[in-house]
């Protein structure tokens, strides 16, 4: 159980450009999900926690209205990257934590491996 | 203020036993996560202490002291898939995970 993904795992896009990543619980309802960023050997930045029905919490420094996220139901949340740049490429991963006989343990989807050209 | 350190790489030979400490400061606690992750995928869930001790689930080990805000994560009978990193990451006082930098640990045959 406690299944999350992630999709898709791999995005080029252009300059310019938006990117939609989506992050769904596949067996339990996530109360709260989590976006981070990670880049190369660097642990997990975390850029915004959001619950189910309410707007996301953004973290210090992180630009709200470029990293649009969505949680619009308990299985689903969306991260949308706005006209992306090179410095946007990196690792997103979202976690989610959540369901039936709640634990704060974080059940993280695959990732997706952003590039920006 | 919260801080969370981790030594940066450890290497280790298979067979043998590894102990990656993790130490913290924080004024709210909820708990202590060990996270193990390969590279380019994410992280994977091993163990939470919320109360000091030792935790035991197989081959993996993690130990807890709230006092000296020192956790442990033990690995046994080291494989060579175990390379990977390992994140340890506590709870604060609003239930967000504090990560460290991870731990990167070399399995030598």
């Known amino acids: 159980g406690a299944v999350v993904s992630q999709h898709p795992s791999r995005v080029i896009c252009k300059s310019g450009t938006s990117v939609k990543i989506e992050c769904r619980s596949l067996d339990f309802q996530a109360t709260t999900m989590f976006w981070y960023r990670q880049f190369p050997k660097k642990s997990l930045m975390l850029m915004a926690t959001?619950?189910?029905?309410?707007?996301?919490?953004?973290e210090q420094g992180v630009e709200k209205d470029k990293f649009l996220i969505n949680h619009a139901s308990l299985t689903l949340s969306t991260l949308t990257v706005t006209s992306a740049h090179p410095e946007d490429s990196s690792f997103y991963i979202c976690?989610?934590?959540?369901?039936?006989?709640?634990?704060?343990?974080?059940?993280f989807g695959p990732g997706t491996r952003l590039t920006v050209t | 203020g919260q801080n969370i350190d981790q030594p940066t790489e450890m290497t280790a030979t298979e067979g043998a036993i590894v102990q990656i400490n993790c130490t913290y400061q924080?004024?709210?606690?909820?708990?202590l996560f060990w996270y193990q992750q390969h590279a380019g995928e994410a992280p994977t869930f091993l163990s939470y202490n919320v109360l000091d001790g030792l935790e035991e689930k197989g081959r993996f080990s993690s130990f807890l002291s709230r006092s000296k805000g020192y956790s442990y994560l033990l690995l046994k009978e080291l494989q060579m898939k175990d390379s990977a990193s390992y994140l340890c990451a506590f709870m604060d006082s609003n239930y967000q995970l504090i990560w460290g930098a991870g731990t990167k640990l070399i399995i030598k045959p």
């Open positions: 976690s989610a934590r959540g369901g039936q006989g709640f634990t704060y343990e974080q059940y």
């Open positions: 959001s619950n189910e029905g309410s707007k996301a919490t953004y």
């Open positions: 924080t004024s709210g606690f909820n708990g």
